[in-house]
């Protein structure tokens, strides 16, 4: 709820759309529920129970009020909302990117019992649970497991993305201020599950290219990927 | 069809207008109760178990059935549901709490979800529906009352089996969903998930024999005159639960038949090293999942039809808006499974259908929704503990539901999936949507239960207490939900603003857990002490409410004849309509004494069809049930000569359970029956019955079967070359050949029956004996043909489902090849005529159905690799 990057803001706003519709549909429902509880016990309903005519047939609603309250209520009601939220949601669909385009940095991870691998392909850069990225750059992760099911999520740039032993999934993100962030595994992975935690960091470019620099020197020193 | 009684309109003497005082023990003021005719004493020690402990175990009576499956659900919610959710909140109250550490945390969320989605809620409602069904149709018995026993004990005997792994330190920790490759062999190597998958699979039989008998005793043991249109909310919704419970577990039960094999044989149907899948196990395990919330939800929904009315005092207002809303979330469930993967990567048109499905699904539970507030609306509530717990429900589930349609938005899934969000959700549909619907059926017909009114003062108090705790307790989730708190960790970091949210919700469950307490307390002092109940304490309109409390064994001496929707509120007179169905009513309660007879009726027009027999008590449906457990047991402990013996134990059992009963009646006495009354009495076993029985054992079946060819071609698609590089492909002319004389078998059946009629018994047993040699010679030709294949079944995934479905084949021929030896058996002594011969037809109608299994079968077997 805190967004960092475009795709989570994006998020943010359905979630707004969402709860506010929600906290209407709620509201009315519980207005009218007391009203239905109230009304009974202070005038009682002089058509009274009749004999039910319906017996033998399919009846449809007999009465005005109900009517209004089973077709409005139960009808129509959730079909403007639902056509609210799917349109909502589509375009929220259609907004959040599937592939970075060319200027993207792409980076493979790799999630393991109970740490992150993370590999720069161009630099050849490999870090363990820690994952830097540029800002305003849209960052092209490839995941993909080396055991069981993990699942990458990072709640301040956008929502997760499953990493499955059988084939690479592709999640792309984008922060869009300086800062570290805290992600982790989201899917059940076994015992250390809850520990399994990655850090990003997101640099300005000028930053991020001496990162770069200072990381690959590292390697070619063999010192490996990180500290 | 005539229904006198009250005058129009305001009849100020309808048992609606009068205050209800059930403290008092009101004795069924102004609403009829059934006859008891002059036998009432005689039927109901026909109808009641033996003496002894050989009686407890044999005693196949609906009311001790549904009572033992309530009475264990509610043992493993109190275990399950209620010690696990309080440690987990102890350790999760405070940050970095250390009171619990990762692999006890992970055992008891493993143990929370499986327990309660298996053992406790599905059960429970199952206990309800075999307990009161046949009270409210107003029939005698289910239908099959062994079959309800046997799915007792398979129930019992399974979760017993599961829980048995605390005493091995050997506790399932992958969680409830068990998702592969973390529950495989190479990740998961002890026994602990041989317990899961094994224990509660065969809890998962039970749960399909239960529903086998619930959807055939809607259909045909109802009162003469309950149409469908007629029929009481409850069983509509049980009716559409039973057949979703067949469609969802099924498919379950193969995945964790697939499962257990890559664990015990080394298969690889989820190994992607091998072909495998690992995603082929989350699409089983959903396609069973997310029907499952349904499976437990519509039950809950039918206990609130039936309350809302009688509290509201007032007619159910659209009614038949609620039946088609019960049928359309049946269906639609099915279409959703894939929204619990948002997160696995599926083409983004595939997101936007499961979404768009996801979202619909809830138009119809608006429908429901709505019409029980306009029953309200309309009508003069009247608080009572049931009707309190149904409020809450209303309050509740709108919420669990709203929020339904949240995570239903894939964008915001992508944040809400796996996070405290989905568990506030997943909680209020499930606790406020189902959990209260269950205790407000335990208050509402405690009554027909043991005869008692529950405590109005501890109820208050149990859903106050119930209702403050639940919402003190998930509510806060929806937020650190939101927050980002992940689901399935055992603490977490201080200084995320995460450790208030969830000292509530600790304290929440512990007010939950009051509650419970009130509840427990409630019913054993109720039991003891309860004030006795008349028979129609709340002044309610269904049938189970015009028989003493608690009813006779038998139920209703006379069975009552229904002519409208709400019986006890509009007819004054419950034996009254056509004379001839009074006069068979009438006898009924005279006639027979000496063994159980029941009334059918035609599946839609409600009009009497037969008398039939309903089985008796017996204990081969326990020794059944030990059968299956030691194939599952051997499987376990990998002794897998026991799993043989299991085997020849169950099939010994269920030879023996359908043994056909000496028939007490000659031909003559029955053709005078039925001239007299018009329909004809069966005392050895019903036609009609036993066509439903086999229609749906092989409804069973072919599910089975479907979800084994879905496992193929899922493997086919995700395996570009297949068969894989140095396996031979099929020889096609051995599946042709196999087909040929799985037809010869099934043809001879098919004579069998023909020269039956005829009165010919030579050429039966002649064709019968045919139609075993023919199955038994289609089963030599497939295991020839496995015996000499270059693969076996664990190199690749492509041998694993091969011989896999070959082996079902196998299995399904097996089994006709023992029913038309069985057949042969009891032709001899002359048991079967031109007008009995009940097995034969079942023998046809079986054989009939393995042959179409069998070219399906063998079609993918044979030219899969061909065709696709």
């Known amino acids: 709820m805190d967004p960092a990057g475009p795709v989570a803001r994006d998020i943010v706003d359905l979630t707004i759309v969402l709860t506010v519709l929600g906290a209407g549909v709620f509201v009315l429902f519980v207005v009218l529920g007391v009203v239905a509880l109230r009304r009974g016990a202070a005038e009682p309903d002089d058509a009274g129970p009749r004999r039910d005519e319906a017996s033998g047939y399919l009846s449809t609603l007999r009465g005005t009020a109900a009517r209004r309250l089973v077709i409005g209520g139960g009808v129509l009601l959730p079909t403007v909302i639902i056509a609210v939220v799917f349109g909502w949601t589509l375009e929220t669909m259609n907004d959040l990117p599937a592939e970075g385009g060319a200027d993207a940095l792409v980076v493979e991870i790799t999630g393991h019992q109970w740490w992150w691998d993370v590999r720069y392909p161009e630099s050849g850069i490999v870090l363990t649970d820690e994952l830097h990225i540029e800002v305003d750059r849209p960052i092209e992760l490839h995941l993909t497991s080396a055991d069981v099911i993990h699942s990458f999520w990072v709640p301040a740039l956008g929502g997760k993305m499953d990493a499955f032993p059988d084939f690479v999934n592709t999640l792309v993100l984008e922060a869009s201020e300086v800062g570290v962030l805290r992600g982790r595994c989201a899917e059940f992975c076994g015992l250390h599950h809850a520990s399994m935690d990655i850090t990003v960091v997101a640099h300005e470019p000028e930053d991020f290219d001496a990162w770069l620099v200072a990381q690959s020197e590292a390697s070619v020193a063999g010192t490996g990927g990180r500290g | 069809m005539s229904t006198s009684g009250h005058s129009d309109g305001q009849g100020s003497d309808g048992p609606w207008e009068q205050p209800l005082e059930p403290e008092r023990g009101t004795v069924g003021i102004d609403t009829p109760m059934v006859d008891e005719g002059p036998f009432a004493e005689e039927l109901d020690q026909e109808w009641s178990k033996p003496p002894g402990l050989y009686g407890h175990l044999a005693t196949v009576q609906n009311g001790a059935v549904g009572m033992r499956l309530i009475l264990t659900g509610l043992f493993f919610l109190l275990l399950g549901g209620s010690v696990d959710s309080i440690v987990m909140r102890l350790q999760l109250a405070r940050p970095e709490m250390d009171l619990v550490g990762p692999q006890l945390y992970n055992e008891m969320f493993t143990n929370h979800g499986s327990v309660t989605m298996f053992l406790v809620i599905l059960p429970i409602f199952e206990g309800f529906a075999i307990l009161l069904l046949p009270m409210l149709l107003g029939t005698r018995e289910m239908a099959f009352p062994r079959l309800g026993a046997f799915a007792y004990y398979t129930f019992l005997f399974g979760g017993l089996m599961y829980y048995s792994s605390t005493l091995f330190s050997a506790v399932p920790d992958a969680g409830w969903f068990g998702y592969t490759p973390l529950s495989g062999p190479e990740y998961s190597p002890d026994l602990a998930l041989d317990f899961w998958v094994l224990g509660l699979g065969v809890a998962e039989v039970g749960a399909i024999a239960a529903a086998l008998e619930i959807s055939v005793s809607i259909f045909k043991n109802r009162a003469p005159g309950m149409t469908f249109t007629r029929l009481p909310l409850f069983a509509w919704a049980m009716l559409v639960t039973s057949f979703m419970i067949l469609f969802a577990f099924t498919p379950l039960i193969v995945g964790s038949l697939l499962l257990e094999l890559d664990r015990g044989f080394g298969t690889a ?384 059992a269920v030879i023996r359970w359908n043994w056909p009963e000496s028939i007490e009646m000659d031909i003559a006495s029955e053709e005078a029956f039925e001239r007299r009354h018009g329909i004809p009495v069966r005392p050895g076993g019903s036609p009609v019955i036993s066509r439903w029985a086999i229609g749906l054992a092989v409804l069973f079946l072919s599910i089975f079967l479907g979800a084994l060819l879905l496992s193929y071609f899922y493997l086919r698609i995700e395996n570009t070359v297949w068969p894989p590089p140095g396996f031979s492909d099929p020889a096609i002319g051995t599946g042709a050949l196999a087909f040929i004389v799985i037809v010869v078998a099934a043809v001879s059946a098919r004579r069998a029956l023909a020269a039956v009629q005829a009165g010919d018994l030579t050429g039966m047993r002649i064709a019968a004996a045919l139609a075993a040699l023919a199955g038994l010679a289609a089963m030599v030709v497939v295991i020839e043909d496995l015996w000499t294949l270059d693969f076996g079944a664990t190199e690749h995934a492509y041998g694993s489902i091969f011989f896999t479905l070959a082996s079902f084949l196998l299995v399904i021929a097996a089994a006709g090849a023992i029913m038309a030896t069985m057949v042969l058996w009891w032709s001899r002594g002359g048991r079967f005529s031109a007008r009995h011969h009940n097995p034969v037809v079942v023998l046809w109608r079986y054989w009939i159905s393995v042959a179409v299994m069998w070219a399906a079968g063998l079609f993918t077997l044979y030219l899969g690799p061909t065709v696709t």
């Open chain 2, 269 to 652: 149907f989820f190994d992607p090293g091998a072909g495998g899948s690992s995603l082929l196990w989350q699409h089983l395990f959903w396609i069973f999942g997310h029907p499952e919330v349904y499976i437990q939800f519509l039950p809950a929904t039918g206990i609130v039809s039936m309350i809302v009315p009688v509290f509201a005092r007032r007619r159910t207002e659209g009614y038949p808006w609620i039946v088609a809303a019960t049928v359309a979330i049946g269906f639609l469930s099915f279409g959703l499974w894939a929204h619990h993967m948002f997160t696995v990567g599926l083409a983004p048109v595939v997101l936007g259908f499961f979404a768009a499905a996801s979202m619909v699904i809830a138009i119809p539970a608006g429908v429901q929704i709505f019409a029980w507030l306009a029953t309200i609306w309309l009508g003069r509530p009247v608080w009572r503990t049931p009707f309190l717990f149904v409020v809450g429900f209303m309050a509740m589930f709108v919420l669990g539901g709203i929020t339904g349609v949240m995570v239903a938005s894939v964008p915001f899934d992508g944040q809400a999936h796996d996070s405290y969000f989905v568990v506030a959700h997943l909680h209020y549909v499930l606790i406020g949507g189902v959990v209260f619907p269950m205790f407000a059926g335990v208050y509402f017909w405690f009554p027909k239960f043991v005869g008692k009114m529950m405590d109005e003062r501890l109820g208050r108090l149990h859903f106050w207490l119930l209702f403050v705790g639940a919402n003190m307790t998930f509510f806060p989730m929806h937020i650190v939900g939101l927050m980002g708190m992940p689901r399935r960790i055992h603490t977490y970091p201080e200084g995320l603003g995460w450790g208030t949210y969830n000292l509530i919700s600790t304290i929440g469950v512990f007010v939950m857990f009051g509650g419970i307490v009130a509840f427990g307390l409630n019913l054993w002092r109720s039991w003891r002490h309860g004030v006795p109940a008349g028979s129609n304490p709340w002044k309610a309109d269904t049938l189970e409410w015009s028989t003493p409390s608690p009813p006779l064994q038998h139920g209703f001496s006379v069975p009552p004849i229904v002519t409208s929707r709400h019986p006890l509120w509009d007819q004054e007179e419950l034996h009254r309509g056509d004379p001839q169905v009074e006069a068979l009513g009438r006898a009924m309660g005279e006639w027979p004494l000496r063994w159980r007879a029941n009334l059918t009726v035609g599946v839609t027009s409600a009009r009497p069809e037969e008398v039939v027999r309903i089985a008796g008590p017996s204990i081969w449906p326990l020794v059944a049930a030990i059968g299956t457990v030691t194939i599952f047991a051997a499987e376990l402990l990998k002794l897998r000569v026991g799993a043989l013996a299991g085997a020849a134990v169950l099939v010994a």
